[in-house]
């Protein structure tokens, strides 16, 4: 039976969605149907189609009361909302259905797996969130909660674990027909570890072990795990809370962590070997992959920064909607790193192919039918004057008389930065992020790709990634190249149509 809570959730955002003219949303990102969109949750391949949830706030564009909002799609790029799938209507998670995964059962069901969220009143008279993992079981389309829930309690939780910060299960099926699932969670030391729970049917659990831990490496509180092995390497992908930056990692204070390593299957030991950061931008939060049916593994992550998105419309002009993932993105592991490639189906996109080879130059330029909001463009960068080479190099983009975001390199320095002071912005929010990358004698490989309301940077192959909202009017759409010394450049423009 759907709750009224529910069926009043989906009567709103049916009304609401409408609304909304497709010109005013992104046009392959998802965004949220209406209201506030915030974690990918239940990333999973159900009957013959790619499911998205996600974190979800239908009746206004902040944070709210926690829904999950849910879409479907069979490309990963093109999405079709479906009517919410949970609402906080239970004693349980009367205060947010938080984030969580998704499997499918031997039965066919569809089993969700999640955070309930419960405020409780404490001795010193204020309230505070007790969180718990929670199930919810259906089709496809509508999922009945659980009976036995919460399925994870306090009482499963190892010693000095709060119970007020455990949260965003990451369920599996193991070889054997059996469950795992990774949750985040505070020990007593305050900053965070994974923890590990098992079961036979995915419906009883118990606790395993402690997976890994932080010892206040990475930030503080570690959220939404997810964990799997890709390229004979095991990786586990964190958003810690609160870290510091090391170098040129780690700087969004709220940002991802990638952690690759072996794991011994017959102990459940993962043994950590390396750490980078996920991407490099601005905006880019909690993670999900989904293994695809060919065997690739996907990842999508919420494409916002927690420390601006109380800032909406830089241009003055609220949106109806708040918040889009990213775009989906192939991972593989090569030299020891974590490399990330838009997913090959955004090819099927592509057209108009515009193509400028060996183009040296100085100062600033335009190349013909170079220009756009929905396009795909390629840029391999080498010195003009190979005994002399520049001292940077800028792709501006978004661009007319007042607005542009840019992205620069410093070969000298090999270092990009992503930059969109310009773009429309009347707050001091986060406008710049730095990262530093493998370049020999000032050559660089760069794939920018933009989609209305965001611009993604796939560096060197995607070695590293960097990626940014912008709000810019859409009628900024100029693309120009500037060179501080002489550079060579090759460009091919792709648009990107529906």
Same mark, same amino acid.
């Given at each position: 039976?759907?709750? *009224?809570?529910?069926?009043? %959730? &989906?009567?709103?955002?049916?009304?609401?969605?409408?609304?909304?003219?497709?010109?005013? @949303?992104?046009?392959?990102?998802?965004? %949220?149907?209406?209201?506030?969109?915030?974690?990918?949750?239940?990333?999973?391949?159900?009957?013959?189609?790619?499911?998205?949830?996600?974190?979800?706030?239908?009746?206004?564009?902040?944070?709210?009361?926690?829904?999950?909002?849910?879409?479907?799609? $069979?490309?990963?790029?093109?999405?079709?909302?479906?009517?919410? %799938?949970?609402?906080?209507?239970?004693?349980?998670? /009367?205060?947010?259905?938080?984030?969580?995964?998704?499997?499918?059962?031997?039965?066919?069901?569809?089993?969700?797996?999640?955070?309930?969220? +419960?405020?409780?009143?404490?001795?010193?008279?204020? !309230? &505070?969130?007790?969180?718990?993992?929670?199930?919810?079981?259906?089709?496809?389309?509508?999922?009945?909660?659980? %009976?036995?829930?919460?399925?994870?309690?306090?009482?499963?939780?190892? $010693?000095?674990?709060?119970?007020?910060?455990?949260?965003?299960?990451?369920?599996?099926?193991?070889?054997?027909?059996?469950?795992?699932? =990774?949750?985040?969670?505070?020990?007593?030391?305050?900053?965070?570890?994974?923890?590990?729970?098992?079961?036979?049917? +995915?419906?009883?659990?118990? !606790? @395993?072990?402690?997976?890994?831990?932080?010892?206040?490496?990475?930030?503080?509180?570690?959220?939404?795990?997810?964990?799997?092995?890709?390229?004979?390497?095991?990786?586990?992908?964190?958003?810690?809370?609160?870290?510091?930056?090391?170098?040129?990692?780690?700087?969004?204070?709220?940002?991802?962590?990638?952690?690759?390593? #072996?794991?011994?299957?017959?102990?459940?030991?993962?043994?950590?070997?390396?750490?980078?950061?996920?991407?490099?931008?601005?905006?880019?939060?909690?993670?999900?992959?989904?293994?695809?049916?060919?065997? @690739?593994?996907?990842?999508?992550?919420?494409? *916002?920064?927690?420390?601006?998105?109380?800032?909406?419309?830089?241009?003055? @002009? =609220?949106?109806?909607?708040?918040?889009?993932?990213?775009?989906?993105?192939?991972?593989?592991?090569?030299?020891?790193?974590?490399?990330? *490639?838009?997913?090959? $189906?955004?090819?099927?996109?592509? #057209?108009?192919?515009?193509?400028?080879? *060996?183009?040296?130059?100085?100062?600033?330029?335009?190349?013909?039918? =170079?220009?756009? /909001?929905?396009?795909?463009?390629?840029? $391999?960068?080498?010195?003009?004057?190979?005994?002399?080479?520049?001292?940077?190099?800028?792709?501006?983009?978004?661009?007319?008389?007042?607005?542009?975001?840019?992205?620069?390199?410093?070969?000298?320095?090999?270092?990009?930065?992503?930059?969109?002071?310009?773009?429309?912005?009347?707050?001091?929010?986060?406008?710049?992020?730095?990262?530093?990358?493998?370049?020999?004698?000032? #050559?660089?490989?760069? /794939?920018?790709?933009?989609?209305? !309301?965001?611009?993604?940077?796939?560096?060197?192959?995607?070695?590293?990634?960097?990626? +940014?909202?912008?709000?810019?009017?859409?009628?900024?759409?100029? =693309?120009?190249?500037?060179?501080?010394?002489?550079?060579?450049?090759?460009?091919?423009?792709?648009?990107?149509?529906?």
């Amino acid at each position: 039976m759907i709750s *009224q809570t529910l069926r009043e %959730a &989906r009567k709103y955002e049916e009304v609401s969605g409408k609304m909304i003219p497709e010109k005013d @949303r992104p046009s392959f990102h998802l965004s %949220a149907y209406t209201g506030w969109m915030n974690d990918p949750n239940g990333f999973f391949y159900y009957n013959g189609r790619y499911h998205m949830f996600y974190q979800y706030h239908p009746y206004d564009s902040v944070w709210g009361p926690m829904h999950w909002g849910h879409a479907v799609s $069979e490309d990963l790029l093109h999405w079709e909302f479906l009517p919410a %799938a949970l609402a906080p209507d239970e004693p349980y998670d /009367r205060d947010g259905c938080f984030s969580g995964s998704a499997v499918e059962l031997p039965d066919g069901r569809q089993l969700l797996m999640y955070t309930g969220v +419960a405020k409780k009143r404490m001795p010193d008279g204020g !309230f &505070r969130e007790l969180q718990t993992q929670c199930l919810a079981v259906g089709d496809g389309l509508d999922y009945e909660k659980y %009976a036995g829930n919460p399925v994870l309690d306090q009482k499963d939780l190892p $010693e000095g674990a709060s119970v007020h910060d455990f949260r965003d299960p990451k369920i599996w099926r193991a070889k054997d027909g059996t469950y795992r699932c =990774v949750t985040g969670s505070r020990p007593a030391d305050g900053s965070g570890q994974i923890l590990l729970f098992e079961s036979e049917d +995915a419906f009883h659990w118990k !606790f @395993r072990k402690v997976l890994a831990e932080n010892r206040n490496r990475f930030g503080k509180m570690w959220e939404c795990p997810d964990f799997f092995e890709l390229d004979e390497k095991q990786l586990l992908l964190i958003s810690p809370q609160d870290m510091f930056p090391q170098g040129f990692e780690y700087h969004n204070g709220n940002g991802t962590l990638c952690l690759i390593g #072996s794991y011994d299957e017959e102990t459940e030991t993962f043994t950590e070997e390396r750490d980078q950061a996920i991407d490099y931008g601005i905006d880019f939060y909690a993670p999900q992959t989904v293994l695809t049916p060919d065997g @690739r593994r996907v990842m999508i992550g919420w494409m *916002q920064n927690w420390d601006t998105c109380g800032v909406l419309g830089p241009t003055s @002009r =609220v949106l109806p909607w708040f918040g889009q993932m990213s775009l989906p993105r192939e991972l593989s592991i090569k030299d020891g790193r974590l490399f990330q *490639q838009p997913v090959r $189906e955004l090819e099927a996109m592509r #057209s108009q192919p515009v193509r400028h080879d *060996q183009v040296t130059f100085e100062g600033e330029i335009s190349l013909p039918e =170079v220009e756009g /909001r929905q396009i795909d463009l390629e840029i $391999e960068l080498s010195p003009g004057d190979p005994e002399r080479i520049y001292q940077k190099f800028a792709v501006r983009f978004a661009k007319n008389d007042q607005y542009h975001t840019a992205v620069s390199f410093r070969p000298y320095e090999s270092v990009v930065k992503l930059d969109r002071k310009f773009s429309g912005s009347r707050r001091a929010i986060i406008h710049q992020r730095r990262c530093l990358v493998r370049s020999e004698n000032g #050559s660089l490989k760069l /794939r920018l790709i933009l989609d209305r !309301f965001s611009a993604e940077v796939f560096l060197n192959d995607g070695e590293q990634v960097m990626s +940014a909202t912008i709000y810019t009017e859409q009628a900024a759409k100029g =693309v120009s190249f500037f060179a501080d010394g002489s550079v060579t450049m090759n460009v091919v423009k792709y648009d990107l149509e529906g």
